[in-house]
Every structure is written in structure tokens, then in C-alpha cells.
């Protein structure tokens, strides 16, 4: 446990956070992608190159598209 | 009195599966049966009977074959529901222009990064075995570069180059390839996806086949909800 891993912690708690009490859509998301960035990071730090793969992929890369689509397919305001 | 009667509810479920989170063995504790049994034997054998230096994909295509085939089904599923509910996009459909054209700038970037993207995709699905990585990872990279050409060229231009006819065949194809690669043990009297018998040459061009056949479904199914989700947008 390494003084950057703490503070990678530190970072997710704060994100998860942000996220949660979040009241713009579009802002929770994009800070989900950055939650799944550090988040690999953490796995990296704990041994799991492979997992921090698949994370970076799917969480920061995929996740955030789709979410970002189906935001503005269900908000009102931006769907015009 | 409703209230306090689900926070006391509530507090006894807590309460409950904390202590069955209490019975649980220590995390990382050695003498755990998850640290007796099974592992030792992946970690002291694994390399040499799977002929897989990265440890992760040897226990997923070898020993845990199994539940790499459910996994596959079960994105598959997720596929099939995201299409049973929400549809695909008309195939007959006059061409909607962008709202906002990409600057050349971009367009051009894009042009020169997307082999490389694909190049590295299929390096990360081919080298599971001896690198970070595999089939899985491999797949939404490729998934990743349909989508990246859908944001930057426009959907109806991503839909012209990879119809729903393509999709349909590869959708199809993705789960079915898995389990007749498993099949193929039957053939030299093994189970189903056991590859054991089969001679290290072969063992390792069946395990190739297994990575690329995850690669394939996730990829497919990633593009295909990407695909299916911006269909339900344009409406």
C-alpha cells in the first residue's frame, strides 16, 4: 500500500462523490469516465495490468459513450 | 410509522448481512479454501499445461472454458434483449445531414489513426496469451474504432459501411463459432471444450480461435447497442 495508492483512493471516494450528488447528467458522466481512468489506475497499482485494460476500455472508453447517448436521448432539454 | 417501520426493516436486513459478511474467510487469508484448492495448482501448473504465459487468459480459455461460454451467452442476451425491445434502424431511410460538420482537421486524424487502432485491437486479441490483454479487451477496441468512425463521419455514413445485413451474420456467428470450436474435442474423444488432447501446435492455434471468438462477441455486441441506441436517438 503505497502512498500513491492511498491517494488514488482518496480520488475515487472523492469522484464517487461528485457523481452521486451530481445534478447535471451529462457532468456525472463525464466524471464516471475520469471514476473508471483512476479506477485502472488503482488496478494497475494492485497488480492487474490486465484488469486496467479491460477498465480503460469499457468504463472510461464504451460506458461513457453510451451513457452520453442515452442522456441525451432521455433528458428533455437537450433533446430539443 | 411506515418510515420507521422500513428503517427497522432495513436496519435488521444490514444487520443481517453483516454477519454473514463476518462468517466469510479473511480476505487474503492463506489458508483460505479459495487459496488451497484450486490455485496452487493454476500457479505451479498452469504455464505448462496451458502453454500460456499470462496466467489470467490460461485459467479463462483452459480451465474455466465453461464460464468464458456462459459470459459469451450472457452478452449475447443482453444483445438480443437491446434489440427484441428497441429495434433496428430502417434500412430504407433518406440520409440525415450532420448538424454540425466536423472540422478536415479532424476528419483527416482520424483517417490516419483508425488502421492503426484496428492493428492494435487485433495485436491485443492475438497476443492474450503471452501479454496484457485478450479477446475481450481486443473486441471493444475494434467495437471502439466503429464507434469513434460513427461520431466523427456520421451514423447514416457508419450504417453504409457496416449494415445491418453485415451485423446480423457476425451477431449470429459470434456465440455459434465459440461453441463448435468446442465441439471440435468431441472429435479426438475429449469433452466438450476440453482441448487437452489435442498436440501443443494445435492446443495453441484452438486457444487463438477461443480469443478470437470473445473478441467477436463482445466487439459485435458493443457496436451493435451503439448502433441501436443511436438509431432510437435520430427518431
Known sequence: MTSLT??????????????????????????????????????????APMLALAEIVIESGIISVLFVVAVFRTSKDDAE | MRKLGSFLFLTLIGLFLLLTVLEMPIMGDP?????????????????????????????????????????MVA??????????????EKA????????????????????????????????VAINGCYSVGGGFQGGVILASVIIIFA??????????????????FFEGLAVLYFMLLGLMSLFVGGNFLNLNLFGSPVRKLFTLGLEIGIGLTSGITIASLFYILKKVERE
Do not use: H
Not at chain 2, 496451458?50 to 496466467?55: A, F, M, Q, S, V
Open chain 2, 151 to 168: 461520431l466523427i463521419f456520421g451514423f447514416d455514413e457508419a450504417v453504409k459501411k457496416f449494415p445491418a445485413s453485415k451485423r446480423v
Open chain 2, 75 to 88: 452478452i449475447f442476451t443482453v444483445l438480443a434483449a437491446a434489440l427484441a425491445i428497441l429495434g433496428r
Open chain 1, 6 to 47: 492511498v491517494l488514488l483512493v482518496l480520488a475515487l471516494i472523492t469522484l464517487a462523490i461528485i457523481i452521486v450528488s451530481s445534478r447535471d447528467m451529462l457532468a456525472a458522466v463525464i466524471f464516471f469516465s475520469a471514476y473508471g481512468l483512476v479506477m485502472a489506475l488503482v488496478w494497475q497499482q494492485l497488480g
Open chain 2, 31 to 71: 489458508a483460505n479454501p479459495s487459496n488451497t484448492v484450486t490455485t496452487p495448482r493454476y500457479i505451479s501448473e498452469g504455464a505448462r499445461e496451458t502453454n500460456c504465459k499470462n496466467l489470467v487468459s490460461a485459467i479463462m480459455l483452459n480451465y474455466r472454458s465453461y464460464d468464458t461460454m456462459g459470459e
Open chain 2, 92 to 123: 430504407k431511410r433518406g440520409l440525415s445531414p450532420l448538424k454540425v460538420e466536423p472540422s478536415p482537421l479532424i476528419k483527416i486524424t482520424m483517417v490516419i489513426y483508425i488502421p492503426f487502432f484496428i492493428v492494435f485491437a487485433c495485436y
